[in-house]
């Protein structure tokens, strides 16, 4: 069926049926609502050409990616966020642009993307603090929205989050409620702003009950299996080693984990862990009852709600700055108990 065809059917015109479709504002809503329900009844599919043609806009959404050594986006983490930002991309008619790219090239690919007309905006990932990147895109007139916050920055603008510092303070307390006191921390790359949210929830919780933070009970790295274990072997190296240890991944808490199995010790018994973001399509945390305590935010639901924002921000861009905390939900599970007794 053709948009002409489907016009006919519902009695308007070929115009305001590509209108409503497409978002805009003066077709009113219960005219765009009985438009969208025709559409999807008659399994009717927008001409992407004739789209571009007539709105101006790329049906495209880029995502750039750089190949920073210290902190490449090559993980499940990562590959759920994207695949519930498709979902929602695909459910609209718009295509994805990734682009992975140098580091000192990243400044570039974004001017290119808006210079070219290839994506109408893009979804901004890792942020730092004082993240550079915003100003740029604001000045070159790029939609955007930010995959979590960068500290620092004065102008508002459009971001998604997890509440990283409360999830941490929240694992820190349930921590210290067991009776540990001796807890590390095994972060990510403490110049990502997600990073330092986590060890000020972790800090805060910790001094909120008198106890003091020991540097050599924290540590900060690549959220990647080999990190996690060297990090907490180190730890249960000390004269004093923790009784609990937060790691910021499941990846990285999964090193966690060997290092304490290699060291002779019990999961769960001798040494606790609370992982984070532990709902990962292809990296189960265990079936009925989860192997790890976590606090658990959806990657994938993270990326559907960011594409959903990023598009409304395409369709509406004279509303102000849209954002969005998420909270993260403590999951109990098989690697937490009491302190052991000294």
Same mark, same amino acid.
């Given at each position: 069926? +053709? ?43 927008? +001409? ?28 499940? @983490? ?18 994805? @642009? %990734? ?13 290119? %993307? ?48 997890? +509440? +990283? ?46 106890? @003091? ?24 190296? %000390? ?73 409304? @921000? ?29």
């Amino acid at each position: 069926m +053709n948009l002409k065809e489907l016009a006919t059917k519902l009695g308007l015109s070929p115009t305001t049926v590509s209108r409503a479709l497409n978002g805009y504002p003066e077709v009113n809503e219960a005219t765009r609502e009985r438009v969208v329900a025709a559409a999807k009844r008659h399994n009717y599919h927008p +001409n992407t050409r004739a789209i571009r043609l007539a709105t101006g806009r790329a049906m495209a959404v880029g995502h750039v990616i750089p190949i920073a050594t210290r902190h490449e986006i090559v993980n499940p @983490v990562f590959a759920d966020f994207i695949a519930g930002a498709g979902e929602c991309y695909s459910r609209n008619d718009y295509d994805m @642009v %990734l682009s992975v790219v140098p580091d000192e090239d990243e400044d570039a690919t974004y001017r290119s %993307l808006k210079s070219k007309g290839n994506v109408d905006g893009v979804i901004v990932h890792a942020p730092r603090m004082n993240d550079p990147r915003i100003p740029l895109l604001r000045d070159i007139g790029l939609p955007f929205v930010v995959h979590g916050r960068a500290t620092g920055t004065a102008e508002p603008y459009c971001w998604l989050d997890v +509440n +990283n510092r409360r999830a941490f303070q929240r694992a820190t307390e349930f921590l210290l409620d067991l009776g540990h006191t001796r807890i590390g921390l095994v972060n990510g790359l403490e110049f990502m702003d997600f990073a330092i949210r986590r060890r000020t929830g972790y800090v805060d919780a910790l001094t909120a009950r008198g106890i @003091v933070p020991d540097p050599s009970c924290m540590a900060s790295g690549e959220m990647t299996e080999i990190a996690g274990f060297r990090a907490a072997q180190a730890m249960l190296a %000390l004269p004093r080693p923790p009784t609990a240890i937060l790691a910021s991944s499941m990846i990285s808490g999964m090193g966690v984990r060997r290092a304490i199995e290699t060291a002779g010790l019990v999961l769960g018994r001798d040494v606790s862990v609370i992982i984070h973001d532990d709902d990962l399509s292809y990296m189960k945390n265990g079936e009925d009852v989860p192997i790890f305590t976590a606090t658990r935010s959806s990657v994938r639901e993270a990326g559907r709600l960011a594409a959903e924002m990023l598009l409304d @921000v395409i369709a509406h861009p004279e509303a102000g700055p849209q954002q969005r905390l998420l909270e993260a939900e403590l999951i109990i599970g098989q690697s937490t108990g009491p302190a052991p007794r000294t």
